[in-house]
């Protein structure tokens, strides 16, 4: 995996941006309300999403209070290369989660040794170095049958979406593209797109949740 130098300056403004985020919040106030955050989000793709009790599932790029934090009937990894550096945040309480697997490792390079029922990466594939090959582990890690759920910021404008591309105007972000584009990347790899959700509108990105599913 070829790590940038755009890509190395992306990982250490996201951990200096998750420091300056949390640095005023109350972490059992903050933990809570991500918790009902990531329920509502469940519950706003249960129609294409089945989430059963017992299911094995992958937080791709989990952050430091991931969807594992509302997870508790499912058996959970939970993936990231920047989880030592979370350790020092007091909102990163993995003890908390003693069913969910913490793993150090950027998306590009964690091979599961099980498939999973779902895979979620959630605002995460544009933080990654290879995009191309983060979303071929993603695939390879979901079961026949199985779920893929990823979130995108996906650019409203081309012109602009060139211009970032061209220029770090959006320096956490590596990879400017737009819904057609992100949806591509699920079909390319034979998954159907069996939702996608428009949760957060905005004047440059709007924020996608999808949802796809692999052939069984």
């Given at each position: 995996?070829k790590?940038?130098?755009?890509w ?5 403004l996201e951990?200096?941006?998750w420091?300056r985020?949390l640095?005023?919040?109350d972490p ?8 009902e ?5 469940l519950?706003?793709?249960?129609c ?5 009790p017992g ?13 594992f934090i509302?997870l508790?009937?499912q058996v959970?990894?939970?993936v990231?290369p ?10 990163f ?6 069913d ?5 490792s950027?998306l590009e ?5 099980q ?13 990654v ?6 979303y ?8 026949r049958?199985g ?7 996906a ?13 770090p105007?959006?320096?956490l ?6 819904l ?22 905005g004047?440059i990105f709007?924020y996608?949740v ?5 052939p069984?």
């Amino acid at each position: 995996m070829k790590k940038t130098l755009r890509w190395q300056i992306a990982q250490h403004l996201e951990v200096k941006w998750w420091q300056r985020y949390l640095s005023d919040k109350d972490p059992e106030a903050y933990l809570s309300w991500k918790k009902e955050y990531w329920k509502d989000l469940l519950r706003d793709l249960s129609c294409s999403l089945p989430v059963k009790p017992g299911d094995r599932v992958l937080d791709a790029g989990c952050g430091p209070a991931g969807i594992f934090i509302a997870l508790d009937q499912q058996v959970v990894i939970a993936v990231d290369p920047l989880l030592d550096a979370y350790g020092h945040l007091d909102h990163f309480r993995p003890d908390r989660y003693p069913d969910v697997a913490f793993v150090t490792s950027s998306l590009e390079q964690y091979q599961a040794e099980q498939p999973f029922d779902v895979v979620f990466c959630l605002n995460a594939i544009n933080h990654v170095a290879d995009i191309h090959l983060a979303y071929d582990r993603l695939a390879a890690a979901v079961k026949r049958g199985g779920y893929l759920v990823v979130s995108i910021d996906a650019h409203k404008h081309g012109l602009l979406k060139h211009t970032f591309r061209l220029f770090p105007g959006d320096a956490l972000h590596p990879h400017q593209y737009n819904l057609e584009e992100y949806t591509g990347f699920l079909k390319a790899r034979g998954f159907t797109i069996e939702q996608t959700l428009l949760k957060t509108p905005g004047k440059i990105f709007d924020y996608y949740v999808q949802v796809a599913r692999k052939p069984g």
